[in-house]
């Protein structure tokens, strides 16, 4: 039977990411779930390998404002309990910590990251991240580290970009899965208004020099969790 993953999405926009590209080359199924659209996450399946939870604009915490949000928590324990590989990324990670007891939510002073930022390993990221590598980033949410989770990755602002849980449980802060032509998209909308500290020049010079770098970390980062 073919392999599946399945994608929970908090918005309409094209599915050209990194991760839909990835499963493509490596012919797994993709099951695209939209719970805020009133979509139904689907069971788990012998054949599901993971699920990766996407960034998105709702607050991880306002449960009573989006109630939508507790399917998505009820499947996050599911995979927990299940030991699914999960990914999470912004929203996505600040859902897993949240779901296990982090302070989640804006800095006190507002701070935002929109661009190309370097993330720094940790002395426990081991093979995650062997060295600095500048990512794609479009926030100002963050996350603590959850009880039990390792810590494996900074950035001068925001000193929590990414952690890992059990054996197979990742939240990604920044947002490797963007490719260069969705990140102009994130340009020409709002995003660049609200956030960041960097210039649309600065931005684009940054993410013709990182881009390569960052998808094959990405890759590798993939098919070490899913395959």
Request: glycine share 8%.
């Amino acid at each position: 039977m073919k392999r599946k993953l399945v994608l929970i999405r908090h918005g309409d926009g094209p599915s050209d990411d990194r991760v839909v590209n990835w499963a493509s080359l490596n012919e797994i199924e993709i099951e695209v779930c939209k719970p805020f659209r009133g979509e139904v996450i689907p069971d788990l399946h012998e054949t599901t390998i993971g699920t990766v939870i996407y960034g998105g604009k709702y607050e991880a915490y306002a449960i009573k404002e989006f109630p939508f949000l507790k399917n998505e928590y009820s499947w996050i324990d599911k995979c927990l309990t299940s030991n699914t590989p999960m990914l999470g990324i912004c929203q996505g990670a600040q859902q897993i910590a949240h779901h296990l007891g982090a302070k989640v939510g804006p800095v006190d002073n507002s701070i935002g990251e929109f661009g190309y930022y370097q993330i720094n390993p940790t002395k426990d990221a081991n093979d995650f991240l062997k060295s600095s590598l500048h990512v794609a980033q479009a926030h100002f949410h963050t996350f603590d580290i959850p009880k039990d989770a390792v810590k494996l990755a900074g950035s001068e602002l925001f000193s929590n970009q990414a952690f890992k849980v059990q054996q197979n449980v990742y939240g990604l802060q920044f947002h490797a899965e963007v490719t260069i032509e969705g990140f102009r998209r994130w340009q020409n909308s709002d995003w660049p208004s609200r956030l960041g500290h960097q210039t649309i020049e600065e931005q684009t010079r940054l993410m013709y020099k990182h881009d390569a770098a960052q998808a094959s970390w990405f890759y590798d980062f993939l098919n070490n969790l899913f395959l």
